[in-house]
């Protein structure tokens, strides 16, 4: 079993900073991406940014520029440093893993989400 244990959202003011954690932990062999994805009321879930693991990096268009995803593969866990927020930024970022068990199964963890709340 593997867990994804999200950290850091909370509510701030445009134009300020957050930082998100995303821990793994439990039966890892491996993790080839991680990312983090976004929803807003009333809208789908959305890809914000994904590294895989040769720290290549993907961003939605929304965020290029803003926001800059990395990794600690020796923590299993995955950050997202969220600079010049704005208000459409405000959602609940969820966390996702493409994990490889021990018992050599690959699957894609969530974790629970964490609420980023943006005032103007």
């Known amino acids: 079993q593997v867990q994804l244990v999200e950290s850091g959202g909370g509510l701030v003011q445009a134009g300020e900073s957050l930082r998100l954690s995303c821990a793994a932990s439990g039966s890892i062999f491996s993790i080839k991406s991680m990312g983090w994805y976004r929803q807003a009321p009333g809208k789908q879930r959305e890809l914000v940014a994904v590294?895989?693991?040769?720290?290549?990096?993907n961003y939605a268009d929304s965020v290029k520029g803003r926001f800059t995803i990395s990794r600690d593969n020796a923590k299993n866990t995955v950050y997202l440093q969220m600079n010049s927020l704005k208000p459409e930024d405000t959602a609940v970022y969820y966390c996702?893993?493409?994990?490889?068990?021990?018992?050599?199964?690959?699957?894609?963890?969530w974790g629970q989400g964490t609420q980023v709340t943006v005032s103007s």
């Open positions: 590294v895989t693991s040769a720290d290549s990096t």
């Open positions: 996702n893993a493409e994990v490889t068990t021990k018992r050599l199964v690959t699957t894609y963890y």
